[in-house]
């Protein structure tokens, strides 16, 4: 099975900061990677597919690299509205898996 | 719109079952794949179950293989999870999410609100 291990487990970063998430993978997975938006008592929310494909009605200052075990999560502006935990997900082979999640909160 | 509503939680003592729906409407439901992904209190996201669009073939967790079985009506637009044995490590919002269908990434575009199971004494 494969493991997906995201760092760090939680920042704090301010409004207008850019901000990054990484998200390992144990064996390679090409680019078959999802990253996701929860906020508290919410149901997740695709962000990012196929590890930088941005989803529509997603803005922009998201994106995502990587391909083949390392991949990335960026918010090139954080806005008051980002404070949430972000999970990435790897769809390369059953059973699909998420990392642990990263906890952004805004200072 | 999509809309997607679970159904079937509750309190089950260990050993006992239950059985999770789902309904789907405001897109193709006949089309699309569907999986179950849950969340322990506190924690991560786990994925549970894959069901193709056609319910020929079905995906599990280890964790969960052997005790539960995913099926789907497309005729009521209704997605199941059949789950026996449960254990306390099964408690759990259970969210039944929609397959975006991209053919390079198989992620979730739609999610319920998800349904609590509680595996207590």
């Known amino acids: 099975d494969i493991q997906m291990t995201q760092s760090p487990s939680s920042l704090s970063a301010s409004v207008g900061d850019r901000v990054t998430v990484t998200c390992r993978a144990s064996q390679t997975i090409s680019t078959y990677l999802n990253w996701y938006q929860q906020k508290p008592g919410k149901a997740p929310k695709l962000l990012i597919y196929?590890?930088?494909s941005l989803q529509s009605g997603v803005p922009s200052r998201f994106s995502g690299s990587g391909s083949g075990t390392d991949f990335t999560l960026t918010i090139s502006s954080l806005q008051p509205e980002d404070s949430a935990g972000y999970y990435c997900?790897?769809?390369?082979?059953?059973?699909?898996?998420f990392g642990q999640g990263t906890r952004l909160e805004i200072k | 719109q999509v809309q997607l509503v679970e159904s079937g939680g509750g309190v089950v003592r260990p050993g006992g079952s239950l059985r999770l729906s789902c309904a789907a409407s405001g897109f193709t439901f006949s089309s699309s794949g569907m999986h179950w992904v849950r969340q322990a209190p506190g924690k991560g996201l786990e994925w549970v179950a894959l069901i193709q669009y056609d319910g020929r073939n079905k995906y599990y967790a280890d964790s969960v293989k052997g005790r539960f079985t995913i099926s789907r009506d497309n005729s009521k637009n209704t997605l199941h999870l059949q789950m026996i044995s449960l254990r306390a490590e099964d408690t759990a919002l259970y969210y039944c999410?929609?397959?975006?269908?991209?053919?390079?990434?198989?992620?979730?575009?739609?999610w319920g609100q998800g349904t609590l199971v509680t595996v207590s004494s």
């Open positions: 997900q790897q769809s390369y082979s059953t059973p699909y898996s």
């Open positions: 196929a590890a930088s």
């Open positions: 999410a929609k397959d975006a269908g991209y053919s390079n990434a198989h992620s979730f575009d739609y």
